[in-house]
């Protein structure tokens, strides 16, 4: 059986023109173009700013890096979803008349986030420093977070794009659980409000650990809670397993309903 990861090192360029046939495709009629990937998490991070910090007043320290830190890892899996869930019936002419991977379909909807995520991350770094927050060592590490999230987010993109294809309401599903995921997940709230005997469960998203890694080494310079983040990582692997396995087991029917 081949893996995305073989044919990723067979056929990269083919990868890479398809990754920036998305990016292009995602813009061509927008005016503000890429800016957009940046402009929608810094608008909802203004949005919970006037509303937690003046009128529930969470009383935290530097809130508005506070929560743009996560922001954007959670933006960067939420476009990658979205995008990756309509990419194959999006590219019906590719699956049925060009002989390509085709976990590389939705595999360069994740990719073309990730360009978007690490303009953003630049971008936060910059902030962090105009507003007095030093950045330490650790953010050094935070590339083997973002591997983490990938291996999450292949996971997740190869089963809802593969299922998808055979059950569209996959698309509209997605968005009130996506919605719900965002507040079960420590965005605009930190961990320690999470009552603790909950904490087990509420751990087993494996987004709850990863925003955690981000925001604990861009913001206080120290590393996340082990537990925690080896939660995420057996959680993400398992969503990998059982993605890969969904998506080779359905990809020889995708001619048929595409």
């Not at 979803?81 to 060009?98: F, I, M, T």
């Not at 995520?117 to 590490?141: E, K, R, Y």
Request: a positive charge; one cysteine or more; glycine letters at 6%.
């Amino acid at each position: 059986m081949r893996t995305p990861g073989s044919e990723f090192l067979q056929r990269r360029d083919l990868l890479l023109n398809l990754v920036c046939a998305e990016l292009t495709a995602r813009y061509k009629t927008a005016t503000l173009g890429v800016l957009w990937s940046i402009l929608n998490p810094l608008l909802l991070m203004l949005i919970l700013v006037v509303v937690f910090g003046n009128f529930v007043r969470l009383g935290i320290e530097n809130y508005p890096i506070f929560v743009l830190s996560a922001l954007l890892p959670w933006s960067f899996f939420q476009t990658s979803v979205v995008n990756a869930a309509g990419s194959l019936p999006r590219a019906s002419g590719l699956v049925k008349r060009v002989r390509i991977p085709r976990a590389f379909i939705p595999l360069s909807a994740i990719l073309a986030s990730l360009v978007h995520f690490l303009i953003s991350l630049g971008l936060l770094f910059m902030l962090m420093l105009a507003l007095g927050v030093p950045l330490t060592a650790t953010v050094l590490l935070i590339p083997p977070v973002i591997v983490l999230q990938a291996v999450l987010l292949v996971g997740v993109s190869l089963l809802v794009s593969s299922l998808n294809v055979f059950y569209r309401d996959i698309e509209y599903i997605l968005a009130p659980a996506l919605s719900g995921l965002f507040y079960l997940t420590p965005i605009f709230y930190p961990l320690s409000y999470v009552p603790p005997a909950w904490r087990g469960w509420y751990a087993l998203n494996p987004m709850v650990g990863i925003i955690e890694a981000y925001r604990r080494m861009l913001i206080d310079g120290s590393f996340p809670a082990p537990r925690l983040l080896a939660t995420s990582a057996m959680t993400s692997l398992a969503i990998l397993v059982v993605g890969t396995a969904v998506f080779h087991w359905a990809e020889p029917y995708f001619d048929d309903y595409v």
